[in-house]
């Protein structure tokens, strides 16, 4: 089993575990990711994403990089399962402790929210090793930190230490490993602790193209406008307010 998953009520933690392999990122790994997408997708909860034994993924599968051909790149193996993860209904929250390379940074990229540790490193060696980024850190990475700073990283494959990554805003924030999952949880519970739909439909709107605003706001917003839970919490929040 590449990938552990602890299933809760209002949440799923889910860990990479090859320790034998720094947690990269074979094909056994992608086929896990999609059944555990399929059960969010199926019932959506927010997703805590980390790597077990102080990594969170070094890479792709090396070994199986090298043998894979024109066809297989073309198939987007990693691609495909990195855009499931970004657009599954809840929101990804990456946890990352140690080494985040290659496909390990672009399965972080399609998180929603990062959080690491000072042992943080997280960058894109591909062209050292005669192949590119492409699942997701192209495309993805110049959303997050900007064109500048995604072409230098993606360039020349330097790898960003936790400061520095914190200083991009590649994390949010940066915690000490034993607190790294506490944190991770904290974060959780602020979602849980909001009505679901509220928040899938703000995720759905951060995630539409510039083109598609204020369109998609005005049409999500009507829909939680007529909904139950919304005339609850707002009647909730007044009755508070006139209790103080």
């Known amino acids: 089993m590449t990938v552990r998953v602890e299933e809760r009520a209002d949440r799923v933690v889910a860990t990479l575990d090859r320790p034998e392999?720094?947690?990269?990122?074979?094909?056994?790994?992608?086929?896990?990711?999609?059944?555990?997408?399929?059960?969010?997708?199926?019932?959506?909860?927010?997703?805590?994403?980390t790597g077990a034994t102080g990594v969170f993924a070094a890479g792709a599968d090396i070994a199986q990089l090298r043998e894979r051909t024109a066809d297989d790149a073309r198939r987007g193996i990693n691609a495909t399962a990195f855009i499931r993860v970004r657009e599954l209904p809840m929101p990804v929250i990456a946890a990352i402790d140690g080494y985040a390379l290659g496909g390990g940074a672009e399965l972080a990229y399609a998180a929603d929210i990062r959080i690491g540790t000072p042992a943080l490193r997280i960058g894109n060696p591909e062209t050292g090793l005669g192949i590119m980024a492409a699942a997701g850190a192209a495309?993805?990475?110049?959303?997050?930190?900007?064109?500048?700073?995604?072409?230098?990283?993606?360039?020349?494959?330097?790898?960003?230490?936790?400061?520095?990554?914190?200083?991009?805003?590649?994390?949010s924030a940066l915690h000490h490993p034993d607190d790294l999952l506490t944190a991770a949880h904290a974060i959780a519970d602020r979602i849980a602790a909001n009505d679901?739909?509220?928040?899938?439909?703000?995720?759905?709107?951060?995630?539409?193209?510039?083109?598609?605003?204020?369109?998609?706001?005005?049409?999500?917003?009507?829909?939680?406008?007529?909904?139950?839970?919304?005339?609850?919490?707002?009647?909730?929040?007044?009755e508070r307010r006139a209790a103080r």
């Open 139 to 171: 495309w993805r990475l110049p959303e997050i930190v900007g064109e500048a700073r995604a072409s230098e990283l993606l360039l020349t494959g330097r790898t960003l230490d936790a400061d520095e990554a914190l200083a991009w805003g590649l994390v």
């Open 21 to 49: 392999k720094r947690n990269a990122i074979d094909q056994e790994t992608i086929d896990a990711l999609h059944d555990l997408c399929a059960l969010l997708e199926e019932n959506p909860r927010t997703l805590i994403l």
């Open 196 to 238: 679901p739909l509220a928040t899938q439909h703000t995720k759905r709107a951060l995630r539409t193209p510039r083109a598609g605003h204020p369109a998609i706001e005005l049409e999500l917003q009507a829909e939680l406008f007529e909904s139950p839970e919304k005339h609850r919490r707002m009647t909730a929040f007044l």
